[in-house]
Antibody, heavy 119, light 111 residues
Framework: QVQLQESGPGLVKPSETMSLICTVS????????WGWIRQPPGKGLEHIGR???????DYSPSFKSRVTISIDTSKNQFSLQLRSVTAADTAVYYC?????????????WGKGTTVTVSS | DVVMTQSPLFLPVTLGQPASISCRSS???????????LIWFQQRPGQSPRRLIY???DRDSGVPDRFSGSGSGTDFTLKISRVEAEDVGVYYC????????FGQGTKVEIK
């Protein structure tokens, strides 16, 4: 059974770059898209972007200018970098399997990691 | 851009009674392959979202059969036939036909 685990700093200063890693266990990164979603406190879900096992990416328009998602299949990890963060980027960040032809969309999620942007 | 609109946003229900959540999209969710990629998630308090229903009405493994999804085109519904205490949480619809757009969420609470 595939499991996902987010890791990274819980506190980031404004204007800096936030970096998170998602480690996938119990399965391969192949033949699937892997992505990130965030949830600001008390609010709904926002899709940030996704990466295919080949490294190709798709980003949601509202994040496109300052986000990079990459993948390291040798480590079974994919990562999120969000640049120039502000307090509005404070949220729980979830990694998930965005799409797989055998599994459909967003069938597996990590538990989430809280990131606070504050000086 | 596609807009997903859920109603109601807050749904107090009595244990054992049915509940229904509506999700409407601003554009048809029928994809070029003929499938309709409308998904329902459940987010229990303090937990990550869990997929319940995909492609409008296909229930995920382990999801109780009291949950059902229906609809077509732009109008979709999630029904819980008899609400149980463990069903408390926020329910989101999401379209994956055009990109990934979530509804605002419907909070289900026990009266």
């Amino acid at each position: 059974q595939v499991q996902l685990q987010e890791s990274g700093p819980g506190l980031v200063k404004p204007s800096e770059t936030m970096s998170l890693i998602c480690t996938v266990s119990g399965g391969s990164l192949n033949a699937a898209y892997w992505g990130w979603i965030r949830q600001p406190p008390g609010k709904g879900l926002e899709h940030i972007g996704r990466v295919f096992h080949t490294g190709s990416t798709d980003y949601s328009p509202s994040f496109k200018s300052r986000v990079t998602i990459s993948i390291d299949t040798s480590k079974n990890q994919f990562s999120l970098q969000l640049r120039s963060v502000t307090a509005a980027d404070t949220a729980v960040y979830y990694c998930m399997r965005d799409f797989g032809w055998s599994f459909g969309h967003m069938d597996v999620w990590g538990k989430g990691t809280t990131v606070t942007v504050s000086s | 851009d596609v807009v997903m609109t859920q109603s109601p946003l807050f749904l107090p229900v009595t244990l054992g009674q049915p509940a229904s959540i509506s999700c409407r999209s601003s554009q048809s969710l029928v994809y070029s392959d003929g499938n309709t990629y409308l998904i329902w998630f459940q987010q229990r308090p303090g937990q990550s979202p869990r997929r319940l229903i995909y492609k409008v009405s296909d229930r995920d493994s382990g999801v109780p059969d009291r949950f059902s999804g229906s609809g077509s085109g732009t109008d979709f519904t999630l029904k819980i036939s008899r609400v149980e205490a463990e069903d408390v949480g926020v329910y989101y619809c999401m379209e994956a036909t055009h990109w990934r757009t979530f509804g605002q969420g419907t909070k289900v609470e026990i009266k």
